[in-house]
């Protein structure tokens, strides 16, 4: 009797252990198959677990560094524009500015002093008062060295003249600050609320000093909480912020290099919005009753640089110009799938100065060869063309776009030797003047011609190592009317000055304009109240998430 106990109990015994270590190796199964997918599930968990409201967006690539004013990426901006403040700030839909850190302002009649009375109950992210002082603090940094890229590309600072047209900023009250410039400049309002002129904590820079660039301090409406390089920057809800508060409570900008990839993740829902969509995958997400598209305003333009002062064949008008006529536009619109229109000048239709009576070059190969063989290359020649790996919203596919016009340039006898770096690595050649052609682009930051024409093509911007100009084109004739449009406040006047001087620039070639886009953004049906802004990125605290 006992002996059959013991066997009935040691039966029993061994059924329990084998449900015990099923439901062990489960759980482990379970964990193991949910890594392919950490980021989705981690926070779907952590938001029910703590209630928040996370946004996961999905870009292409990382942000070079966090402080605003020394960038002119869009990856990077689109992070700092979280972060930070600026005096004043643009409307949701358009360019016209209001007020931010700044409450009101008044110009002096001979537009040089420009007085602004500044918020008083603003705190930075660290603590800190924000006071005049540290309105002061920011523009002397600025002029501290040719680091600060958009302070010298905005307001004319060069190696002999760091502070440019802005000859002193003085707190002249606790919450009051005098700018005093050396002459009128018509865009000075529209630039100051320009991404690159977000107010930091004087504080924090001192206390961080050259990593500063990854420890950013702003009053914007999300803090900084982590960074992992090439992976993703995590942000959180300023809960004193002094505008409208945030309706997430966490940010996420998680970098997946591939378009399609990110789009299936997407649709696998573990990111919320995206930017870099695939064309061809509009039609997909308009088709999925859980994705919307939303497109960005045109405000835009997509280009390939022509680098006029390497010594070799592109420092030939006419061979630039048998560039233009040997490239089918109309073909490398096509790769943009609906989403692009094909450009001809410097500046989008939508901006106000837009030449519209400029005639682009169109297609014709043999006149191509003409002028080739005018400028002594009938042979042809071999060229670099440096492209970027990751899509941008006025290119969405590079790579394809260079290998169409290498196919193109064969025929006329140029060999293209296509050279593909990742953004980063991209922006550092061209700027240092590596390349013999290279595509770019640019969003409009302030909604004014200026922006586009001084910042990409005049002499100013033509520096090695910090080139917005990175055809390093140098036309005096262009410079003095770009300088003149500048300090002439009657838009009509400053209208023909900037059709003038697209004239000539189209005549000397230093770009083969491609597109003006319309880049669409994909995102959940979740997000509700998301208005993306003409200049390329926006602040996130209007944006929810409704599920």
């Keep these: 009797m006992i002996k059959k106990q013991r066997l009935l109990f040691l039966f029993i015994l061994s059924i329990a252990l084998f449900f015990i270590l099923a439901a062990c190796n489960k759980d482990t199964q379970s964990e193991s198959e949910g890594s392919g997918n950490a980021e989705g599930e981690n926070k779907a968990s952590e938001g029910e677990a703590s209630g928040d409201k996370i946004l996961v967006f999905g870009r292409g690539a990382d942000s070079i560094q966090l402080d605003p004013s020394k960038v002119t990426d869009g990856e990077s901006i689109y992070v700092t524009n ?13 360019t016209e500015v209001k007020p931010a850190l700044a409450t009101e302002w008044k110009v002096s009649e001979d537009g040089k002093v420009w007085t602004f009375q500044l918020r008083d109950d603003v705190k930075f992210h660290d603590g800190n008062d924000f006071t005049a002082e540290d309105v002061v603090f920011n523009f002397e940094r600025w002029t501290t060295s040719a680091e600060f890229v958009y302070y010298g590309y905005m307001f004319g600072a060069s190696e002999d003249n760091m502070k440019g047209i802005i000859e002193k900023v003085e707190a002249t009250g606790d919450y009051e600050v005098t700018f005093t410039l050396s002459e009128p400049n018509a865009p000075f309002l529209y ?22 660039f990854k420890n950013p301090v702003g009053t914007g409406p999300f803090t900084f909480e982590e960074w992992l390089p090439d992976d993703k920057i995590t942000l959180k809800k300023n809960p004193d912020y002094f505008g409208e508060p945030a309706n997430v409570d966490q940010v996420v900008f998680r970098v997946i290099p591939d378009n399609g990839a990110r789009f299936m993740e997407l649709q696998a829902g573990s990111i919320d919005l995206m930017m ?20 960005r305003p045109s405000m835009n333009v997509s280009y390939m640089a022509m680098n006029t002062d390497k010594e070799g064949p592109l420092a030939d008008k006419l061979v630039r110009q048998a560039v233009n006529l040997a490239i089918d536009k109309e073909q490398l619109i096509s790769l943009y799938e609906g989403i692009g229109k094909a450009a001809k000048n410097p500046i989008p239709p939508s901006l106000w100065g837009f030449n519209d009576d400029v005639e ?9 060869k003409a002028l080739l063989a005018e400028a002594g290359y009938a042979d042809g020649f071999e060229i ?13 596919q590079p790579k394809v776009t260079a290998q169409a016009i290498q196919e193109m340039l064969k025929e006329v006898n140029i060999k293209v030797k296509i050279v593909e770096n990742d953004w980063d690595s991209h922006l550092d050649a061209t ?3 590596k390349h013999d052609m290279a595509f770019l682009g640019w969003t409009g930051d302030n909604g004014d011609p200026d922006n586009f024409m001084y910042v990409l093509l005049d002499k100013d911007n033509a520096k090695m190592g910090s080139a917005g100009n990175i055809a390093f084109y140098k ?14 406040m009657d838009q009509e006047k400053r209208t023909a000055l900037y059709m003038k001087a697209q004239e000539i620039i189209h005549d000397d070639a230093p770009w083969f304009p491609i597109a003006h886009t319309t880049p669409p953004l994909a995102a959940k049906k979740s997000i509700v109240n998301y208005v993306p802004h003409p200049t390329g990125s926006e602040p996130f605290n209007l944006l929810d998430i409704q599920e």
């Design 82 to 94: 979280q972060i930070y403040d600026t005096l004043v700030r643009y409307e949701e839909e358009s």
């Design 191 to 212: 630039t100051l609320a320009m991404p690159p002129f977000g107010i930091a904590s004087s504080k924090a820079v001192e206390e961080h000093g050259e990593d500063y």
């Design 276 to 295: 870099g969509l695939n064309p061809q995958d509009i039609a997909t997400a308009e088709g999925d009753d859980n994705l919307q598209i939303i497109r």
């Design 360 to 368: 682009d070059y169109g297609y014709d190969v043999e006149e191509a």
């Design 384 to 396: 670099t063309l440096y492209t970027f790996a990751n899509p941008r919203p006025y290119m969405p």
């Design 431 to 433: 700027e240092n003047g």
């Design 475 to 488: 036309s005096d004739e262009v410079h003095d009317l770009l300088k003149e449009a500048q300090v002439e």
